[in-house]
């Protein structure tokens, strides 16, 4: 686990950056690729919200519970994690061992295929991307606590020193400490949030062209993972996770694109080449996968029929539901 004084260097350099949520924010639910909650919280409520709004939860959350409290019948919590501080990690898996049964993403699935009635309150914890602090940083938290968690790598970027293409924007906007930038003809304020919602609507290679041409605005070099709160895991420390079984390894494809903005030629090869090279590297089964962005815009019932095909037992989004008996697992 780094000190606090490493965590503090490796943020240093993002300093008067708007920060993207995908890892600096610490935990909200819902938000617009974030963390989801399934499971209706019938009892101390006001406690989680007290605990909840202390580790930087949004209120957006609040109502949410609010809405599963009413459900009656059983449910399983899934929560998304991105990027999360280990102080806050911690403090969120106190809480929740305390209050919740946390199984893994296979118990979960079971138990919404099966006829088990058993009413206990139960929480699946992922992560998405494959970040190097889920290694370094929340691992050692897991195996103190003894909680199981899935982790979803991007298959091509393990072991490279590349960033996804939301953390690249974020990285560019921090060090080129421009006020606005203009981009095919279009004048830009330089807010990454504002950014990475732009690209998210592009066709991928009309998206990666953007971003090409927003670097050569902001007249900086093409920036790495090394040193930024973005690394991702090696393989090395991939294997060791899933060495574990504590933790599964799931699929995310290999390159992250929105499978509905690419052909199905493609969302095919990113789905079970994805597996494959996981599989072929870990030499361990790969069985769960998670959509990129995983909203509802975001696949469609083609995909899910490629995820099938390729193997996959079941399949997790962002959309924000309650996950009860006979959810589809492809769309948990």
């Not at 296979?106 to 138990?111: P, R, S, T």
């Not at 790598?153 to 203009?182: C, F, N, P, Y």
Request: charged letters at 25%.
């Amino acid at each position: 686990m780094r000190t606090p004084a490493e965590q503090a260097a490796l943020a240093a350099d993002f300093d008067d950056a708007r920060r993207s949520p995908q890892v600096f924010a610490d935990f909200t639910f819902p938000w617009y690729t974030g963390a989801i909650l399934r499971q209706p919280v019938k009892q101390q409520t006001k406690d989680f919200i007290r605990t909840t709004a202390a580790a930087g939860l949004s209120a957006m959350g609040v109502t949410a519970l609010r809405r599963w409290q009413q459900a009656r019948d059983p449910r399983v919590t899934i929560l998304t994690y991105h990027g999360i501080s280990a102080r806050n990690f911690e403090r969120h898996l106190q809480w929740l061992t305390a209050h919740y049964h946390i199984v893994s993403l296979a118990e979960a699935v079971q138990w919404v295929g099966g006829n088990d009635r058993d009413e206990s309150r139960r929480v699946v914890l992922t992560f998405d991307d494959g970040y190097k602090s889920f290694h370094h940083d929340l691992w050692p938290l897991l195996r103190k606590y003894g909680t199981p968690a899935t982790l979803f790598a991007v298959s091509h970027l393990v072991g490279t020193d590349q960033l996804l293409w939301w953390d690249l924007i974020d990285v560019m906007i921090a060090r080129a400490k421009m006020r606005a930038v203009e981009v095919q003809g279009q004048r830009w304020k330089c807010d990454s949030g504002i950014l990475v919602a732009h690209a998210k609507t592009l066709p991928e290679d009309d998206k990666l062209r953007w971003i090409t041409e927003l670097r050569t605005a902001l007249t900086i070099d093409l920036p790495r993972s090394g040193g930024t709160p973005f690394e991702l895991c090696t393989w090395d420390e991939l294997r060791e996770l899933g060495a574990d079984p504590l933790v599964t390894i799931g699929g995310h494809t290999c390159t992250h694109p929105i499978l509905a903005q690419v052909s199905k030629h493609v969302a095919q090869a990113e789905i079970t080449e994805g597996r494959a090279i996981l599989q072929n590297n870990l030499q361990l089964p790969v069985n769960f996968f998670c959509y990129p962005n995983g909203r509802t815009t975001d696949f469609t019932a083609e995909h899910v029929k490629l995820v099938q095909d390729a193997g996959f037992d079941c399949a997790v989004t962002t959309v924000e539901d309650l996950c009860a008996k006979g959810s589809d697992p492809y769309r948990l």
